[in-house]
């Protein structure tokens, strides 16, 4: 008697071992649609508020065309914005070039220093050669260009797969929740349906602000730099706007781009007056616009957004950093409903696995029965 029930154990056991190895291996196989339904699943929870908005006076499916209509002009105009002076510079770098080596060299020549490092390691010779090699290999750059064309084929695909899920995932979104919540009892569902909704203004906040707080730092280095008389302050900006959307470091690392395009331009004033916006900028984002952000949209910890950060850069590279915070503001607030409710059944002496209760007309409760439950 007690081998067989050792034996099922074991069988149990190991049974289980490997039915967690084969869902981790196909959830590895399958990392890339599951990376792509987390990102339309984001989207479309973000894009739930103005397209309900918008419902209220027109056909859901013409406000969720309205809404990806905006949705895609942020990337075109940031291609038409940050294009055109990539390629003009690009095209500019290469027909100059040969000029740019002799400037080169005739500063090396008026220093001293320089002229023996040049002596030793002939750095001019090899500036020189790669600048006359370089509108002769312009035309080789054209396997380069079709592995970059490939990527963004790849990378339209996603997207156009991403957005179409999204639409589904919008117009079929609240029809899907009504069903989840009848299919459960009908306790479970009156803490469910709200917990849900939490989520969902949690992040439709968090993307908002956000979406707000890149485009104040995008405006204001745009505006700075043209002050300045720094080149390509409009592409900065952009930059400067994008990078602000990945929480806590974003900033940072942008301000750090734009600092060494300031070297070329007016060194040492612009650097320094840039570094000091920089500073004093972040100062006021750090403690002013981003808390008002995270504390009330989703009011996640500080080293809780670094941890999420981190974690869903791991996971998905940029696209889960971006989306770290509102998935830990989500899992925080199902684990706080979660803990509220086991605590309100422990203090009125209730066990979790009760019947739901039947449900009851306006008025007072009846007598002997639980308020906490029943409402």
Wanted: proline residues 7%; hydrophobic residues 50%; charged residues 10%.
């Amino acid at each position: 008697m007690f081998s067989r029930s050792f034996a099922r154990n074991v069988l149990t056991a190991t049974l289980t071992v490997v039915g967690v190895f084969i869902c981790l291996y196909l959830i590895y196989l399958l990392r890339r649609p599951l990376g792509w339904l987390v990102v339309a699943t984001f989207i479309s929870v973000a894009l739930s508020g103005p397209v309900n908005v918008l419902n209220r006076h027109m056909r859901r499916g013409f406000a969720i065309t309205l809404c990806f209509f905006g949705l895609l002009l942020i990337p075109a105009g940031v291609i038409a914005v940050v294009v055109p002076p990539i390629v003009n510079e690009g095209s500019e770098l290469v027909n100059h070039a040969p000029r740019y080596a002799h400037q080169a060299e005739d500063f090396i020549n008026k220093n001293r220093r320089l002229r023996k490092l040049d002596n030793q390691y002939h750095i001019t010779q090899k500036v020189q050669r790669w600048a006359n090699d370089l509108p002769s290999k312009a035309g080789t750059a054209a396997g380069w260009l079709g592995d970059v064309g490939l990527g963004i084929v790849n990378s339209l695909f996603a997207a156009v797969t991403i957005l179409i899920m999204t639409a589904f995932l919008l117009g079929n979104g609240p029809r899907w929740r009504a069903r989840l919540l009848e299919l459960q009892p009908p306790e479970r569902a009156a803490r469910l349906g709200p917990t849900i909704d939490s989520m969902s203004s949690a992040v439709g906040a968090y993307v908002a602000g956000a979406l707000f707080q890149a485009f104040v730092a995008g405006i204001t280095t745009f505006l700075v730099l043209t002050i300045l008389g720094v080149p390509f302050a409009g592409p900065l900006g952009v930059l400067t706007g994008l990078f602000d959307l990945i929480p806590m470091v974003g900033a940072t690392i942008a301000a750090v781009l734009v600092g060494i395009v300031t070297l070329f331009a007016n060194f040492p004033i612009d650097t320094i007056i840039w570094a000091v916006w920089a500073i004093v900028y972040q100062q006021v984002e750090n403690n002013l616009i981003q808390p008002r952000i995270q504390n009330r949209a989703v009011g996640v910890h500080p080293f809780g957004v670094i941890i999420a950060v981190l974690f869903g850069a791991t996971l998905l590279g940029i696209p889960g950093a971006l989306l770290a915070v509102p998935v830990a503001a989500s899992i925080q607030i199902g684990i706080r409903d979660w803990w509220r409710w086991r605590e309100e059944t422990k203090s009125n002496g209730v066990a979790p696995a009760l019947p739901p209760p039947q449900p009851t007309t306006s008025g007072p409760p009846p007598s002997g029965g639980d308020p906490a439950i029943e409402g």
